[in-house]
């Protein structure tokens, strides 16, 4: 079961607002507020939406005793090199967004 706490950080991480990460796991942004402050405890279905909306943005969860013994935690999923977007060298007017 993930924390609060890894849902405050990861949401931090990736850089998405409360509302943002509201819109993107189907809950409202009192129900993101409830799960980080911890008082979500009963819904663990809100956790879960939480959980695939912040993993589908790049987000790994990391149980507790899984790296040297420590707590629970978050990482960034490694980032593959077709992730790395148009190089300076190559930008043009044609894929000027």
Sequence with gaps: MITGMQIRGARAMTGMSIDELAAASG???EAIEALEDGDGMGEP???LAAKHALEAAGVIFIASGNQD???PGVR???RTSSDDGIRPENLNATNDD
């Design 69 to 71: 013994e420590g707590g």
């Design 45 to 47: 279905g809100a956790f």
């Design 27 to 29: 809950l409202t942004p």
């Design 76 to 78: 960034l999923r490694a």
